[in-house]
């Protein structure tokens, strides 16, 4: 039996980098995604755009409160993340350190679907 992990993608906050620096990144993700979908292990992934997009929403009494930009103020954020299918912790992690060394010298968290 398998089990689903999310590899978040953790990104400094900032600019974008030029087309000449992340263009062989992204053509290395996509040699990345399309090995783990042949060998079964890719479900999804999808990017995100920047924080200050975001809109967080929080129940309070008997009224919803809604702000602009991202739940905490930081130095990085999630840009993007991957949901996988692995046999075990074990497996999941080896694709986290495929993705780190393609995504270097972003960081990787892999942490187990709940459901």
């Excluded at 689903?4 to 263009?23: C, N």
């Excluded at 993700?29 to 060998?39: H, I, V």
């Excluded at 809604?66 to 996988?84: L, N």
């Amino acid at each position: 039996m398998t089990q689903k992990y999310l590899l978040s993608i953790y990104q400094p906050d900032g600019e974008v980098p030029p087309p000449e620096v992340l263009d062989p990144i992204m053509a290395n993700l996509a040699a990345l995604n399309e090995e783990m979908q042949a060998k079964g292990a890719w479900v999804f992934a999808v990017g995100l755009h920047p924080p200050s997009t975001a809109t967080v929403l929080r129940a309070k009494d008997d009224d919803v409160l809604m702000t602009d930009g991202p739940f905490t103020e930081g130095k990085e954020h999630i840009g993007g993340f991957t949901v996988i299918q692995a046999a075990d912790l074990d497996e999941a992690l080896e694709w986290g350190r495929k993705l780190a060394t393609v995504l270097a010298p972003l960081s990787i968290e892999v942490r187990p679907i709940a459901y």
